[in-house]
Structures are given as structure tokens and as C-alpha cells.
């Protein structure tokens, strides 16, 4: 079974994008006029535009005729993003797993759901949410489980410049919520430890 799964933003406009970018850098005092800055505001346009677009991708599952139970999980998935109060990167890794129901997906899947979440401007905990709603609802499994950790330049770049610190944040339901010894696992497994 397949869900093809498409950015819910529309076409970007990169003549727009790359005016403001340029009058984003003079308002800054920066000049545009070198010969290496004159195709910044192009370049900004651009790198922004990938930022938020989202790869379509179909959402593969099979039927889990074995009836496997145990935990699945994705340890250490890259996933970069835009802080929605900077627009500054966050970049870090996501733990995603589920105890299966009676289907099983695609491994490669999880790292594609928490790109397309990722590629919009976001907080860390609403990302986190996100993913394992969306799993939760779309494989109605017994229980999903999403820990992230990354750097938010935000934080390290400006203002308290704590160079070096991580947000870690985690979303856990169905059984991995309510079972004490299951959600033990997936934070072991994770390598956090709570």
C-alpha cells in the first residue's frame, strides 16, 4: 500500500524572494555592488526556496504477515531545519521507531517523514509532535516514539552564544507512552537516557 505524500506549500516565487534578499542586505548596510555579493540575493532566494520544499515521496507500507512486535527504529536520522523566530538552522538527528500493527513500513520512510516536516520554518517540540502524530495516524501502529536533538544557531550564533548546547526533545505514544519497560527500550536503544 502507497500514500504519495506532497509539500503542502505552493510554488515559490524566487524573482520576489531575490528582490527582498537584496533590500534585505542594503537595509542591512551591506552592499550588493561586488563583484562576489552581486548574486547573493539570488543565491539567498535560492538556498531559503530548498530550505522549505519538501521532497514528494510515497508512503510505503506492507502487511506484517510474521506479526512482528517489537520495537523498529531509526536511530540517528540527519535532519536539518529553520528556526521560525531567526530563520536561522537548526540542525541535529531524530530517533524515530513504532511497535508495528498490522502493517509495516518502509524503512527509508522515516527519514522522509521527518524531512517533511523539517522543511518549513518550525520549532523543535512542534517537529517532534508533528512526526509522530502523523506516523501515529497514518500506520495506526501500538505505539510511536521520536526523540530529537540539534543545534539551533539561534542559540549558539547570537544572543547567549551557547556554543556547543542541544535541544533534545521527544514525543512518545500509544505504548511506548503508557508501558514503562517499552519506553525504557526505546531510550535505550536511542541512546538517551531520561
Known amino acids: 500500500m502507497s500514500l504519495h505524500v506532497a509539500p503542502e506549500v505552493g510554488q515559490p516565487d524566487l524573482a520576489a524572494a531575490e528582490l527582498a534578499a537584496g533590500q534585505f542586505l542594503r537595509a542591512l548596510g551591506i552592499s550588493t555592488e561586488s563583484e562576489s555579493l552581486r548574486d547573493t540575493p539570488r543565491r539567498m532566494a535560492k538556498a531559503y526556496a530548498e530550505l522549505f520544499s519538501p521532497r514528494p515521496f510515497d508512503l510505503t507500507t506492507f502487511p506484517n504477515d510474521e506479526g512482528y512486535d517489537e520495537l523498529v527504529l531509526a536511530r540517528s536520522i540527519p535532519l536539518r531545519s529553520v528556526c521560525e523566530h531567526h530563520l536561522l538552522p537548526f540542525v541535529g538527528v531524530a530517533h524515530v521507531g513504532y511497535l508495528p500493527g498490522s502493517r509495516i513500513l518502509g524503512l527509508s520512510k522515516l527519514a522522509r517523514v521527518v524531512e517533511h516536516f523539517?522543511?518549513?520554518?518550525?520549532?523543535?517540540?512542534?517537529?517532534?509532535?508533528q512526526v509522530a502524530d502523523w506516523l501515529h495516524a497514518q500506520l495506526q501502529p501500538k505505539g510511536v516514539g521520536v526523540v530529537i536533538a540539534?543545534?539551533?544557531t539561534c542559540m549558539t550564533l547570537r544572543g547567549v552564544q551557547a556554543v556547543g548546547s542541544?535541544?533534545?526533545?521527544?514525543?512518545?505514544?500509544?505504548t511506548l507512552r503508557s508501558d514503562a519497560r517499552s519506553r525504557q527500550e526505546f531510550f535505550a536503544l536511542t541512546g538517551i537516557n531520561p
Open 166 to 174: 542541544s535541544t533534545v526533545t521527544s514525543t512518545l505514544l500509544g
Open 150 to 152: 540539534a543545534e539551533h
Open 118 to 129: 523539517a522543511c518549513r520554518p518550525q520549532v523543535q517540540e512542534r517537529l517532534t509532535k
